[in-house]
C-alpha cells in the first residue's frame, strides 16, 4: 500500500517551520503536540515527549514526483544539537584545571582520561536514549501509517552487544548515583550532581522500560 503524501500530513497537530526558533518555543513551553512543515517534495515532522526533553528527533518524510512516500530519514532538532555540543563544552570546563599548562604529565594524564571516560559516557548514554525515542516515534508513525515493519530486524535487547554496554553503563551510573548522593550534594556541588542526573535517570528509565516492554512482547507472542 503506497503511503501519500495525504496521509503523512495527518500526523501533523500543528504547523510550524522547521527553525531554530520554534524548536526553541516547543523546548521551553513544553509542547508536545506533533508539529511539522510541509515542503513541496518532503514533509518534517516532530514531537518530544516528558522524557527526551530536548533530545527529540526530526524525522524527514521523502515523497516522489507523484507525492507517494519513498523514504524516512531522521536527525536530532536544533535546539538538541546546541545542548549537546555545548554540555560536552561544559565537561571539558568542568574538568579542566586553570593551570592545566602547569600540571606534570604524571598528574595530567589521569584526569584527562577521566575527561575522556565522561565524554564517552555521555556520548554512549544520550545516543542510547535518542534512538530509544526515535523508535519508539517511528513505531507510534508506522502503526497510524499502517506501514508492516519487519520484526526479525529488531534488535535484540539481550544481544552481545547490548550486554557489553550494559556491563559498562551501569556499573558507571551506579558509580555517578553513588557520587551524587554521598559526595556532590553532602558538598554543596548541585550543578555536577544535576548535570549527572540529566543524563543517567533518562537513560536507566529508558533502557529498562525497553527491557520490560520487549519481555513483555516476547512473552504474548509466546
Not at 549537546?84 to 600540571?103: M, V
Not at 604529565?105 to 555521555?122: D, G, Q, R, S
Request: proline share 4%.
Amino acid at each position: 500500500m503506497e503511503i501519500t503524501k495525504t496521509d503523512i500530513r495527518k500526523l501533523i497537530d500543528v504547523e510550524k517551520a522547521d527553525s531554530f526558533f520554534n524548536h526553541l518555543v516547543a523546548v521551553v513551553t513544553r509542547d508536545y503536540r506533533a508539529k511539522g512543515e510541509i515542503k513541496p517534495s518532503e514533509i518534517v515532522v516532530w514531537s518530544q515527549s516528558f522524557w527526551t526533553g530536548v533530545t527529540y528527533p526530526v524525522f524527514t518524510f521523502k515523497l516522489d514526483s507523484k507525492n507517494n512516500l519513498i523514504d524516512i530519514t531522521d536527525r536530532l532538532n536544533p535546539v538538541g544539537l546546541v545542548f549537546y555540543f555545548g554540555f560536552i563544552s561544559f565537561l571539558i570546563f568542568l574538568f579542566t584545571p586553570q593551570d592545566i599548562t602547569n600540571i606534570a604529565w604524571e598528574n595530567f594524564w589521569p584526569l584527562a582520561l577521566t575527561v575522556v571516560l565522561f565524554l564517552a559516557i555521555f556520548v554512549l548514554i544520550t545516543t542510547r536514549i535518542y534512538r530509544f525515542e526515535k523508535q519508539e516515534q517511528l513505531n507510534e508513525i508506522f502503526e497510524l501509517l499502517d506501514i508492516e515493519v519487519d520484526s526479525e530486524k529488531s534488535e535484540q535487547e539481550w544481544s552481545l552487544k547490548n550486554i557489553m554496554i550494559r556491563l559498562f553503563t551501569y556499573p558507571f551510573c551506579a558509580f555517578l548515583i553513588w557520587l551524587n548522593v554521598f559526595i556532590a550534594i553532602p558538598t554543596g556541588n548541585y550543578g555536577l550532581a544535576m548535570g549527572t542526573a540529566i543524563f543517567v535517570i533518562p537513560y536507566l528509565y529508558f533502557d529498562i522500560t525497553l527491557i520490560m516492554r520487549k519481555k513483555t512482547t516476547g512473552n504474548k507472542e509466546n
